[in-house]
Nanobody, 123 residues
Framework: QVQLVESGGGLVQPGGSLRLSCAAS????????MGWYRQAPGKRRELVAT???????NYADSVKGRFTISRDNAKNTVYLQMNSLKPEDTAVYYC?????????????????WGQGTQVTVSS
């Protein structure tokens, strides 16, 4: 029904920047919250940032002031601009979307996840 495709990960030096993108496709009626999560080796997956359809945002304390989440509702795409990157930002980043879709003409809701994109911050 719905697929999330991520791009933009890579290797950067400390202090550098990356911009992640995640585009949702399929039979989408609307998308409520979208967000980015990350998981470092040996650690639990954690919330990085979320953005509601209204544009309201929420950030983990560890990324406040450095990361910016945004979305383009017309393109069903969420972005994560990451500045002043630190080695501790190294992780696999996953996007998430709370999607409302039509199932045999009825509205249904479910969470969808991207495949993950590797971000490595190292000198």
């Amino acid at each position: 029904q719905v697929q999330l495709v991520e791009s933009g990960g890579g290797l950067v030096q400390p202090g550098g920047s990356l911009r992640l993108s995640c585009a949702a496709s399929g039979r989408i009626f609307s998308i409520n919250d979208m967000g980015w999560y990350r998981q470092a080796p040996g650690k639990r997956r954690e919330l990085v940032a979320t953005i509601a359809s209204s544009g309201s945002t929420n950030y983990a304390d560890s990324v406040k002031g450095r990361f910016t989440i945004s979305r383009d509702n017309a393109k069903n795409t969420v972005y994560l601009q990451m500045n002043s990157l630190k080695p501790e930002d190294t992780a696999v980043y996953y996007c998430n979307a709370d999607v409302l879709f039509l199932h045999y003409g009825l509205g249904s809701r479910d969470d969808y996840w991207g495949q993950g994109t590797q971000v490595t911050v190292s000198s």
